[in-house]
């Protein structure tokens, strides 16, 4: 079982950035898939950011291409989302989670995901 624990969320003006970071307990991060998700009120959780266990091939969501960055240090077991130019729209509980099956296809399907961080909050005021 892996526990992951989300921080940086909080409310932003429009145009500003936040980091998102996801720490995770165990040893066996760095074999994980490991993708960033949000849940607008209302809204279906959709993935934002996608970064595989080993490979280049980086996922992003059309609507945060150019804006968003997600990274991950192996050593610290953290994954990261750096997202600058805020919009409203990016108003959401973010989510991180982790698909254990040591794909090398990158997924982007909730039910795809085995383990997941509580959230946290990002809000972006206009």
């Known amino acids: 079982q892996v526990q992951m624990v989300e921080s940086g969320g909080g409310l932003v003006q429009a145009g500003g950035s936040l980091r998102l970071s996801c720490a995770a307990s165990?040893?066996?991060?760095?074999?994980?898939?490991m993708g960033w998700f949000r849940q607008a009120p209302g809204k279906e959780r959709e993935c934002v950011a996608v970064?595989?266990?080993?490979?280049?091939?980086?996922y992003y969501l059309d609507s945060v291409k150019g804006r968003f960055t997600i990274s991950r240090d192996n050593a610290k077991s953290t994954l990261y989302l750096q997202m600058n130019s805020l919009k409203p729209e990016d108003t959401a509980v973010y989510y991180c989670?982790?698909?254990?099956?040591?794909?090398?296809?990158?997924?982007?399907?909730?039910?795809?995901?085995?383990?997941w961080g509580q959230g946290t909050q990002v809000t972006i005021s206009s």
């Open positions: 165990g040893r066996t991060f760095g074999f994980y898939n």
């Open positions: 989670a982790a698909d254990r099956h040591l794909s090398t296809v990158v997924h982007t399907l909730v039910a795809e995901y085995d383990y």
């Open positions: 970064i595989p266990w080993r490979g280049p091939s980086l």
